[in-house]
C-alpha cells in the first residue's frame, strides 16, 4: 500500500506529515517505511511474528524488542497495536458477539488486550482495544495501561484514524493506493540488520 500519515505529536501539538509504503504478509510479517521533507526516512517498523525494530533515525531512536520487552520499555510505541490492526485485527478469543440491524458487535480477548470491535453494515469498522497489565505480586489484580481507539473507512485501503489514551497521539493514515493482485517481494520481510 502506498500511504500518507499525518501525525499530531502530543507534546508541541504540531503535525508532522510522512509518505511511504507498506507491506503486509498476515498473520506473521509487516514492513512500514515512511519518508519525511528531502526524502529522508522519518519512520522504519518492521514486525516478524513476535519480534519488532523501530527506527526513527531524525532522532536517533531505534528500539528492538519481542514479546517480552517490558511495557515500560514500548511507552509511545504503538507497535503491539499496528501488530494487531494490520496483521490480525480480529484475532483472539471471543467473548461476546451479537449481530444488529446497525452492524456486528464483537469483544474479544487478545492476550492482555480486550478489544470491542464493531463493523457497521457499510463496513466502517470502530475499535477500542484496552490493554491491562497483571502484577506478579498479586495476580488477581489487573491495572488498565492503555485505551487505543481506531476508525476506520473499512479493513484494507482507506482512512484510518488512531487516537493512543496514554501519550495522547493521533495519527491520520490514508491508504492512496494498493497492490492487492502481487504479493509483496519476501525481501521486504527480512530483518533490517
Not at 503535525?15 to 526516512?41: D, H, K, Q, Y
Not at 502484577?135 to 476506520?152: H, L, N
Request: proline content about 6%; glycine content about 8%; some cysteine.
Amino acid at each position: 500500500m502506498r500511504i500518507a500519515l499525518a501525525l499530531r505529536e502530543p507534546i508541541t501539538g504540531r503535525t508532522l506529515e510522512s509518505r511511504g509504503a507498506l507491506a503486509v504478509s498476515p498473520p506473521e510479517s509487516l514492513r512500514m517505511i515512511l519518508l519525511g521533507p528531502g526524502g529522508t526516512t522519518s519512520l522504519d517498523l518492521w514486525l516478524h511474528a513476535d519480534e519488532f525494530r523501530f527506527a526513527v533515525p531524525a532522532i536517533e531512536l531505534m528500539k528492538r524488542g519481542d514479546a517480552r520487552t517490558p511495557r515500560s520499555q514500548m511507552r509511545g510505541l504503538p507497535v503491539d497495536f499496528l501488530r494487531w490492526w494490520l496483521l490480525r485485527p480480529t484475532s483472539g478469543t471471543l467473548l461476546w458477539h451479537v449481530f444488529r440491524d446497525t452492524g456486528s458487535w464483537f469483544v474479544l480477548r487478545d492476550g492482555l488486550a480486550i478489544v470491542d470491535l464493531h463493523i457497521a453494515r457499510s463496513g466502517h469498522v470502530t475499535a477500542r482495544r484496552t490493554t491491562w497489565e497483571v502484577r506478579s505480586d498479586e495476580p488477581s489484580s489487573k491495572r488498565k495501561v492503555d485505551e487505543e481507539q481506531v476508525e476506520a473507512d473499512g479493513f484494507g485501503c482507506g482512512v484510518v484514524r488512531y487516537k493512543q489514551a496514554s501519550t495522547n497521539l493521533q495519527v491520520t493514515v490514508t491508504c492512496e493506493s494498493e497492490d492487492a493482485e502481487h504479493a509483496p517481494n519476501p525481501r521486504a520481510f527480512v530483518d533490517p540488520d
